[in-house]
């Protein structure tokens, strides 16, 4: 996956209505990792990847028929994984399929972020960094978008940097 270079900055609103979110392909293509991992997903998500000179943006379209119904409880940085309907990326940005950043949101636009090691055995839920999310709900569902500063994340920097991530 290649994502769409841009020059502008996106305004981070969780709304996905810039015009250079319709130049690129949603990715959709998902399976449930639970309760039945593998599985066909209940519900679709749509994910789109922009960059420009200074963030990466990630934006996100979670349907959800029973919209009224999602779980939406805290607010607070570093909230408790797994309690709210919410949505995550994972960096692997030295591509060694070893070492990740994980930035998760959930409805209410709360952060939570953690550094990944030992292929996913170990997790410094003490890491915090730099970066923002905005997240909309409607009857549909809900919206984020994430922006993620370059300068926040540590990689190795050459022409065609390729980075791994996982989308949750």
């Not at 030295?94 to 972020?113: G, H, P, Q």
Request: include cysteine; charge should be negative.
């Amino acid at each position: 996956y290649h994502p769409l270079r841009i020059e502008t900055d996106i305004k981070l609103d969780g709304r996905l209505t810039e015009p250079e979110w319709n130049q690129i392909e949603p990715l959709s293509d998902f399976m449930q990792s639970s309760p039945f991992p593998g599985a066909n997903p209940t519900e679709k998500t749509e994910v789109k990847l922009l960059y420009n000179n200074a963030y990466l943006c990630v934006g996100f379209h979670c349907y959800d028929s029973t919209a009224n119904k999602m779980i939406r409880l805290l607010m607070d940085r570093d909230f408790e994984l797994g309690r709210d309907d919410g949505i995550s990326v994972q960096l692997d940005t030295y591509n060694d399929k070893n070492t990740s950043v994980l930035f998760v949101t959930n409805t209410l636009s709360a952060r939570f972020d953690s550094e990944i090691s030992s292929n996913g055995s170990s997790m410094n839920d003490d890491y915090n960094n730099f970066w923002d999310v905005a997240t909309v709900v409607d009857s549909n569902g809900y919206t984020a978008e994430f922006r993620i500063p370059f300068s926040s994340l540590r990689f190795e920097q050459k022409e065609n940097t390729i980075m791994g991530f996982r989308l949750a």
